[in-house]
């Protein structure tokens, strides 16, 4: 029996981590859950400020040439797509606190149809957001 002291009692396991576990959808969506978290974080301050630069005409130019290049496409597309992930993972996660899609089938698929589904619907409301101001 090995007292408290002993070296081999003091020991202890490591975690499996990122080398022993292979890649796995629920993973990757995990990551972009927490990264579109932290995204729309900074997100709704390049919101907030560009609120602001619309509200004087000095600095309302500078609010319209930020929407008219490349750069103000990008960062609302992609923070559209953030917002409407986020709130798909969620969803994926209500469903897994109610005690629902556990096994490796539903959560494999629940990822795969978190990501199909943002992309989907962001260019969805993309599309129908430019038929409705044409």
């Known amino acids: 029996m090995a007292q408290a002291g002993d070296k081999a009692s003091r020991q202890r396991p490591l975690s499996p981590h990122i080398q022993i576990y292979g890649w796995s959808w629920t993973m990757v969506m995990s990551g972009f859950h927490r990264a ?11 919101f907030a400020l560009w609120l602001v630069l619309l509200t004087t005409p000095s600095t309302n130019e500078l609010a319209y040439w930020l929407v008219s ?20 993972g969620g969803i994926r996660h209500f469903i897994w606190d109610m005690g629902k899609g ?3 089938v539903s959560r494999r698929n629940m990822a795969i149809y978190t990501l199909v589904g943002s992309t ?15």
Do not use: C, E, K, Q
């Open 69 to 88: 290049n490349i750069i103000g496409w990008i960062v609302p597309f992609g923070f559209s797509w953030g917002l409407i992930h986020h709130l798909l």
């Open 120 to 134: 989907t619907l962001t260019l969805l409301l993309w599309v129908v957001g430019f038929m409705l101001t044409r």
């Open 102 to 104: 556990f096994d490796p």
């Open 36 to 46: 579109t978290g932290f995204a729309l974080y900074f997100g709704m301050g390049l």
